[in-house]
C-alpha cells in the first residue's frame, strides 16, 4: 500500500518518539502506532519496516534531538561551564512542558530491554555513550579554557553529570515536589561550580 501523499517522515518519527518514549516498545501496540501516524499497516512497513525498525530510528530521532538541544545552549553560552549549567537548570519541572515523560528515553530504552531484544539494548548503550562524549567534549573545553583544572578528568565528570541528570530526570517523573526539585537542580549546579580554578 502506498503512502498517503501528505506523508511526512519527520512528522511520523516525532509521533513515533513520542508514542515509544510515553508507552516503551513492549507496550506499543501495532493499533497505536497506526492512530498516532495516522498510517495503515502497509504504508508503516513500507516507510519504516518492522516495529523494531521503527522504533530504532524513533530513539536516534530522539538522540538527534537531545545533541542538537544541547549544542543550541552550547552556542549561546558564555562559556562551556555556563553551558553546562544553562542545560541543567533548563530541565523543566512538573507541568511546565507537553513532552511524554520527564525521564530520558534512551535510559528508559535501557532498563525495558535489560533482559532481551539485545540489538536494541545496545543501541540505547551506544545513544547514552553518546551523551556522555558531549557533557565530556564540554568538560575537556573548560580544562581547556582555563575553567577547571587540568587534572579533571572530563570522561569521569561526564559520567557524574549524565548520572545525576538521569536521576533527576526520573525523580521528575516520579511526581516529585517542586520545591525539592529545585533544590536537586541548584545541588547539581553547585557540583559543576566547584569544578572551578
Not at 45 to 68: N, P
Not at 69 to 87: D, V
Not at 164 to 185: F, K, P, Y
Request: charged content about 25%.
Amino acid at each position: 500500500m502506498a503512502r498517503p501523499s501528505s506523508f511526512d517522515r519527520e512528522d511520523a518519527l516525532a509521533n513515533a518518539r513520542n508514542l515509544f518514549w510515553r508507552k516503551g516498545f513492549h507496550a506499543t501496540s501495532l493499533k497505536d502506532i497506526e492512530a498516532a501516524l495516522s498510517l495503515k499497516p502497509g504504508s508503516i512497513y513500507a516507510a519504516f519496516g518492522s516495529k523494531k525498525d521503527l522504533f530504532a530510528e524513533a530513539l536516534k530521532y530522539y538522540s538527534a534531538g537531545v545533541e542538537e538541544e544541547f549544542r543550541a545552549f552550547m552556542a549561546q553560552a558564555s562559556s562551556p561551564l555556563s553551558g553546562l549549567i544553562g542545560y541543567v537548570r533548563s530541565i523543566t519541572q512538573p507541568g511546565e512542558n507537553k513532552v511524554p515523560s520527564n525521564a530520558c528515553m534512551v535510559f528508559k530504552t535501557a532498563l525495558e530491554m535489560a533482559n532481551e531484544e539485545p540489538d536494541l539494548k545496545e543501541l540505547a548503550a551506544r545513544q547514552l555513550s553518546g551523551v556522555a562524549d558531549l557533557f565530556a567534549e564540554t568538560f575537556d573545553a573548560a580544562r581547556k579554557a582555563g575553567e577547571i583544572a587540568p587534572d579533571i578528568d572530563p570522561h569521569r565528570a561526564a559520567l557524574k553529570l549524565q548520572t545525576s541528570i538521569t536521576g533527576l530526570r526520573g525523580m521528575i517523573e516520579s511526581g516529585l515536589a517542586r520545591g525539592d526539585v529545585q533544590n536537586l537542580i541548584d545541588d547539581i549546579v553547585a557540583d559543576i561550580e566547584r569544578l572551578r580554578t
